[in-house]
């Protein structure tokens, strides 16, 4: 019996509307990356027992499919292109408001890690951080929404605060570099 042959086999794969493109393009490049991200967030969340983190997580996710989404050229049914609104970057800046004046600023730089939860958001930041690479050198290529690019700019900068937060809620000192 032959194997079977599957539709990525030759290094193509297509993205929405059936346009095949090569298994290592910019835009599989960066789409993999914010659903990378999308999957470390979900793990993220899975490391939390507290109820606003995790709701705020969630509601991230959402926002990472309507990245993934916007990325691969989807619509709505209404016809709109899915896309992320200056809405979605006003509640990052909103919510990196609360936590930096929740907490006293850093002294230092402080090494990534700390309780579990803190780690795993730490790995988010700087996962969020290589999407965001990924997003501006495809931007070179194509026209990308300018909301991604904040968002994902802030996004980074609010794992990181979420992470401190992790750790001084649950009596974890921060290691200084």
């Not at 914010?34 to 993220?44: H, K, P, R």
């Not at 027992?49 to 709701?55: L, P, S």
């Not at 709505?76 to 992320?84: I, M, N, S, Y």
């Given at each position: 019996m032959q194997p079977k042959k599957w539709p990525?086999?030759?290094?193509?794969?297509k993205m929405l509307g059936s346009v095949e493109v090569d298994k290592d393009s910019l835009s599989v490049e960066?789409?993999?990356?914010?659903?990378?991200?999308?999957?470390?967030?979900?793990?993220?969340?899975?490391?939390t027992?507290?109820?606003?983190?995790?709701?705020l997580l969630k509601d991230i996710q959402g926002d990472l499919f309507t990245i993934g989404a916007e990325l691969a050229g989807a619509k709505?049914?209404?016809?709109?292109?899915?896309?992320?609104e200056p809405e979605h970057v006003v509640r990052l800046e909103e919510e990196i408001q609360k936590l930096e004046m929740a907490m006293k600023p850093l002294e230092?730089?402080?090494l990534p890690g700390g309780n579990d939860e803190s780690a795993t958001l730490h790995?988010?930041?700087?996962?969020a951080r290589r999407a965001e690479r990924r997003i501006f050198a495809l931007k070179k290529e194509r026209i990308i929404n300018d909301d991604i690019v904040k968002y994902l700019n802030r996004l980074s900068y609010l794992f990181f605060l979420m992470a401190r937060?992790?750790?001084?809620?649950?009596?974890?000192?921060?290691?200084?570099?």
């Open positions: 990525g086999d030759a290094g193509k794969t960066a789409n993999g990356a914010v659903d990378e991200l999308n999957s470390f967030v979900g793990f993220a969340a899975s490391k027992k507290d109820a606003y983190r995790i709701d709505k049914r209404d016809d709109k292109a899915t896309q992320l230092s730089f402080i790995l988010c930041r700087s996962v937060q992790a750790n001084e809620t649950s009596g974890v000192e921060e290691q200084k570099w």
